[in-house]
């Protein structure tokens, strides 16, 4: 069937705590990122989320509304002096307060998971990494595309030389939302609105594509040499100066372009990531997976058995993680589309690496890397020129 | 939940109340990816596929959820079952194509809450007999809406009507100058209208016939679909309960065990064909009786 050979069971990505304790977490950060961590922790075997924290008050109380039993704080550090017990901590601040909360965590002798992208600098990005390298817990970055079960068969489809050479990439995130926070008192206005804020945001690059450059990252093994961008303000006629609508075109040494847009105008087509190689294309979106063969590629003989969807003149095999034992039940159009959104196999990774069982889908160094990509996008869509992306500046020292 | 919300706010300006606005359509957005059952990677989905081998974790809003949708089925004596959906789907209740055939046999098919296990102490989920499908159809949505009138109300609205597919509505405070959001259940000066203030209202019906508008509710007590057309609305403090209680009505009817007391009264305004149903002096609900017209969209009166 569909490359099983070659995939990650979705068993195996189950985390089991260690002596049957499950493994005591806090969250740094309750805003909408935070508190999807905290739904999806809820529903992790083996990870108990004891404490949240979040300098707004409001967010805090709504967060710890109706979770029993889950205590919060004003800061992390009144976090972690209130929580002797406490094993790792989530870090989803807001991309600039990334470094702070982190750092205090390893310095507290936790295991670490931070949001991506990791910092809003070069230096904090890399000085983060470094420190993370030198601790000996357990240190992830919440680059999704790693953890993700359907990526992951993509890959070892193209590691296995299915889209031959390549032609192109492209990746696209269409939402429909203003990205401010409906706040009436000003100051709150101000801290909760930083994607808005010139001075502190990374804009769509830096907040939004570093996801999806980390994509192409981890199929091909190499990072881009320079970046092109621009970006308008297109919808949200609202005073803001972040662009709500950006391009880029990221270029890699042998000539190969990756195109990225992001819109918060439109939210046609959605996330996704194609690559297009001689032989075959995919179509990743998230939760979904497709690939697309041309017509003289050769045919394997799981084909006759794969699920297939139509879209409009081209025919797409679904990429269904542990195809082949739904196929041998019988249920394999029952496994079109993840169990579980992407953000819960990167946390139970993570959960399971803590109690160790295997390795986090991201370390710190891989997620430096990726920052570095989405910064330098973000420098040159705010800057519209082309912006060179030294190797040196990837490394963690 | 595959239908239209729409959210009424009064403001001065439109910068704040869109961005308020984008925040309850995303709380709605990711209720559905939690509860419906036909997205893969929902919580009900994985309780679908998992639940019937062992306990399932579930987070704190969805375990809340179905201890309510647990809680209303053994009130109201088994007229609202959260557990329908294989008979849903066996009766292809479901989509475009749902057919309803009530001349179906019963079919072996295993459905009943009391066989939905909640462990509160640790969060989990299981279901005593395999096989067992949620539908969550007839409560997540209130559901869904009650948590979207508190993230309004913690941004401080004090006034606002939301609905999702005009059959089930909530009332936050009143509009300027008025007691209540009036909401008409029909068309014409006749129809019966509901009195809104932090209160909502749910409507069901079934159709004997599936239709275009409806016709999709299995009686759990039998097993099969409701043989009978039947419409009923309620009003609660809470969308959920209204939701739920709606459709337990809409089955039961007069044979429904007694309804909790903080059922609120729909004031009848000239209702031709819709009976009054008091339950306490100040409590009750509307059923319409069989042999009258199903209420069309609800619209403002």
């Known amino acids: 069937m569909a490359g099983v050979a070659l995939t990650p069971s979705l068993a195996e990505l189950a985390p089991r705590a260690a002596g049957g304790a499950p493994l005591r977490l806090a969250v740094a950060g309750a805003g909408r990122q935070g508190r999807a961590v905290l739904q999806e922790l809820q529903q992790i075997e083996g990870a108990e989320v004891v404490a949240v924290c979040d300098t707004d008050a409001g967010r805090l109380e709504r967060a710890t509304r109706r979770a029993r039993g889950l205590r919060g704080y004003a800061s992390v550090e009144e976090l972690l002096d209130g929580e002797s017990e406490l094993e790792a901590l989530v870090v989803a601040t807001p991309t600039h307060a990334h470094r702070g909360p982190a750092e205090a965590a390893l310095e507290a002798g936790l295991h670490v998971y931070c949001e991506a992208p990791l910092a809003s600098t070069v230096e904090d990005s890399r000085a983060l990494a470094a420190r993370a390298r030198a601790s000996e817990r357990v240190f992830a970055v919440g680059l999704l595309a790693r953890a993700n079960p359907i990526y992951a068969l993509a890959r070892s489809f193209h590691r296995s030389g299915t889209l031959r050479e390549l032609v192109s990439l492209a990746a696209r995130d269409h939402r429909k939302t203003s990205w401010r926070n409906p706040v009436s008192d000003p100051e709150r206005q101000e801290r909760l609105d930083w994607r808005l804020d010139p001075a502190l945001s990374l804009g769509l690059a830096g907040e939004l594509g570093t996801q999806q450059f980390d994509v192409f990252h981890w199929f091909l093994g190499l990072y881009p040499v320079s970046v092109r961008g621009s970006g308008s303000v297109r919808v949200h006629e609202d005073g803001r100066e972040v662009a709500d609508t950006a391009a880029c075109e990221l270029a890699f040494e042998d000539g190969l372009r990756l195109h990225w847009e992001a819109s918060l105008g439109n939210s046609y087509e959605g996330r996704l990531e194609v690559l297009r190689g001689s032989m075959a294309s995919f179509e990743l979106a998230w939760t979904h997976g497709w690939m697309f063969k041309e017509a003289e590629a050769p045919t394997q003989g799981w084909e006759v058995y794969a699920n297939r969807q139509t879209f409009h003149a081209d025919q797409g095999i679904t990429l269904i993680a542990d195809a082949t034992k739904l196929a041998a039940q019988g249920k394999l159009e029952e496994g079109v589309g993840l169990p579980h959104p992407p953000l819960h196999y990167a946390l139970a990774r993570f959960v399971a690496a803590c109690a160790g069982e295997g390795e986090v889908h991201c370390g710190a160094e891989e997620g430096h890397r990726s920052t570095v990509v989405g910064l330098k996008a973000s420098e040159a869509v705010t800057s519209g020129e082309t912006v060179e992306i030294p190797p040196e500046l990837l490394e963690v020292r | ?301």
């Open chain 2, 1 to 301: 939940m595959a239908t239209r919300f729409e959210l009424v706010l009064e403001a001065q300006e439109s910068a704040g109340p869109r961005a308020l606005a984008d925040e309850v359509f995303e709380e709605l957005r990711r209720r559905e990816a939690c509860w419906s059952a036909f997205e893969p990677s929902s919580v009900v989905a994985r309780l679908n596929r998992e639940a019937s081998t062992g306990w399932v974790a579930v987070d704190e809003e969805t375990f809340l959820l179905l201890a309510e949708a647990r809680r209303v089925f053994e009130e109201s004596g088994g007229a609202f079952d959260a557990t329908v959906g294989a008979l849903m789907e066996g009766f292809a209740l479901r989509g475009e194509g749902a057919r309803g055939e009530a001349a179906r046999d019963e079919l072996k098919t295993p459905w009943g809450c009391g066989d939905l296990l909640l462990d509160e102490g640790r969060r989990r989920v299981r279901f005593a007999r395999s096989g067992l499908r949620l539908d969550l159809g007839g409560i997540a949505k209130g559901r869904a809406l009650d948590l979207a009138v508190e993230l309004l109300r913690d941004h401080g609205v004090e006034r606002a009507l939301i609905h999702g597919g005009t059959s089930t509505v909530v009332g936050l405070g009143a509009p300027l100058g008025e007691p209540a959001w009036r909401v008409a259940l029909g068309p014409g000066p006749a129809a019966p209208v509901a009195l809104l203030h932090d209160s909502a209202l749910a409507v069901s019906r079934a159709l004997s016939r599936r239709g275009p508008d409806g016709g999709h509710l299995i009686d759990p007590r039998h097993g099969r679909p409701l043989a009978r057309e039947s419409t009923a609305a309620v009003v609660a403090p809470r969308a959920s309960t209204a939701d739920a209680w709606s459709t337990a009505l809409c089955v039961a009817g007069e044979a429904c065990p007694a309804l909790p007391a903080e059922l609120a009264a729909l004031r009848r305004a000239g209702a031709a064909d819709a009976s009054w149903r008091p339950l306490s002096a100040e409590l009750g609900a509307f059923q319409f009786p069989a042999a009258s017209r199903p209420p069309e969209s609800l619209q403002r009166a």
